[in-house]
């Protein structure tokens, strides 16, 4: 491998190392997302190509690493923008589920629980009471990927409405919601 190394240009290898990683790292974070949301099997068939890459990247690093340790400072900032990549193509991705849950002025929450049954969301509504006046929390399951517009219907209505999202495992159950 040394040889073959020796052969190609600099410029070339550091691209290929920080292209490189770059494209690992990214996969690597799209993969634990992925994992942690429970599509297991896509997330086993994406970690082969993520080892056969990184295996590749670490030999071309260690290989001479003293006489060049620029590749060193190559393959840590790909690594940092990698982490950068992954998270902006996740986000693109959105897989899963999140709980959203909107505090909203009484008056408002039965207009609320309409427009967003309307687009096929199923809505639990329960009393509660602020500290002036009484309210109604708004809890809805969405996809990911209807998180900005649901944000947006919600603001909507009030810009100073409190609104939560959490990231949730698969749900069971529920109306508008896929069972698994």
């Known amino acids: 491998m040394s040889e073959l190394l020796d052969t190609v240009h600099p410029l070339f290898l550091y691209s290929f190392i920080f292209f490189g990683k770059i494209l690992e790292v990214s996969i690597s ?11 297991k099997l896509i997330g086993s068939f994406i970690a082969f190509f993520e080892v ?41 991705i959105a897989v899963g589920t999140i709980r959203v849950e909107a505090i909203v002025r009484k008056d408002l929450g039965k207009k609320i629980s309409l427009e967003l049954r309307e687009r096929g969301f199923g809505v639990t509504a329960t009393d509660a009471y602020g500290k002036e006046d009484r309210k109604e929390i708004l809890i809805v ?16 209505y009030d810009e100073q409405m409190m609104i939560t999202i959490n990231d949730i495992r698969p749900v069971y159950g529920g109306y508008g919601i896929l069972r698994k």
Do not use: Q
């Not at 974070?29 to 599509?39: N, Y």
């Not at 030999?59 to 840590?76: E, G, N, R």
């Not at 209807?146 to 219907?153: N, S, Y």
């Open 141 to 156: 399951h969405i996809p990911r990927k209807e998180m900005r517009p649901t944000l947006d219907l919600l603001k909507s």
């Open 29 to 39: 974070t799209v993969r634990i997302v992925l994992i942690t949301k429970g599509e």
């Open 52 to 92: 056969l890459l990184w295996v590749i990247l670490a030999v071309t690093i260690l290989t001479d690493i003293m006489s060049d340790p620029f590749k060193v400072v190559v393959y840590a900032l790909a690594f940092a923008l990698g982490n950068f990549f992954g998270t902006m193509i996740e986000d693109k």
